[in-house]
């Protein structure tokens, strides 16, 4: 599996536009890119995941470059709510029954009034 | 619905006790995990389970810790005798063979193990 590399840290202020940018240069073909958000005390949970180009939903946006080497998550507007910490995530499309997650260092995200 | 859930949230033992965790899954999900984090290192996966069969185990750090899913309900992980370096938090994750994004696993909060 690929392994990620993503900014140990970031510092935000309410209001703006954060993103996270994670490197994943021996990304397979068969591979997807997956991002979970974690609060303290609290177990990692599912925020957006893509293959390719740009994937949005009500919490947050994705943008796959076409050599898809690296992903960005946009947390557009941050409160101070959305302070976490972001894991990045790569894993194979093929393992359609389940499998095990391969986790990072990930992003503490601060966010500041 | 409710979500995944996980007992006890914290426990202390001395060093050689036994200790037991057990994982609610959501209902209806066939695959289980078990993943930990120990002091200053990243989430790591210790096994899965698909219904009561264990799919993949390479993560289980050694003999002491069992693992087990009776009737591919609820899991269980025991770890006996506990060591210091099992100190750490225990996630419990489930998922459906069919959700709509791959792989896509539900986690709950996490047992507290502090191993005196």
């Known amino acids: 599996l690929a392994k990620t590399t993503q900014p140990i840290s970031m510092d935000s202020y309410e209001g703006q536009e954060v993103n996270i940018t994670c490197s994943h240069n021996n990304i397979a073909t068969n591979d997807y890119i997956t991002w979970y958000q974690q609060f303290p005390s609290q177990g990692p949970r599912f925020i957006i995941q893509g293959y390719k180009t740009k994937v949005t939903n009500e919490v947050a946006s994705l943008f796959i470059p076409a050599d898809r080497k690296s992903s960005t998550l946009s947390l557009p507007r941050v409160s101070l709510s959305d302070t976490a910490v972001y894991y990045c995530l790569v894993g194979d499309m093929r393992n359609n029954q389940g499998g095990k997650l391969i986790f990072g260092q990930g992003t503490e995200l601060s966010v500041k009034p | 619905e409710a979500g995944v859930t996980q007992f006890p949230s914290h426990s202390v033992i001395e060093k050689g006790q036994t200790v037991t965790l057990r994982c609610d899954p959501i209902?209806?999900?066939?695959?289980l995990y078990w993943y930990r984090r120990v002091m200053g290192k990243e989430i790591k996966f210790l096994l899965h389970?698909?219904?009561?069969?264990?799919?993949?185990e390479s993560g289980m750090p050694n003999n002491r810790f069992l693992a087990e899913r009776t009737g591919g309900t609820y899991s269980t992980l025991k770890v006996q005798p506990a060591e210091l370096e099992d100190s750490g938090v225990y996630f419990c994750?489930?998922?459906?063979?069919?959700?709509?994004?791959?792989?896509?696993?539900?986690f709950g909060p996490g047992t507290r193990l502090t191993v005196l």
């Open positions: 209902s209806g999900h066939d695959n």
């Open positions: 994750a489930s998922s459906h063979r069919y959700s709509g994004n791959y792989n896509e696993q539900f």
């Open positions: 389970f698909v219904k009561e069969s264990k799919q993949d």
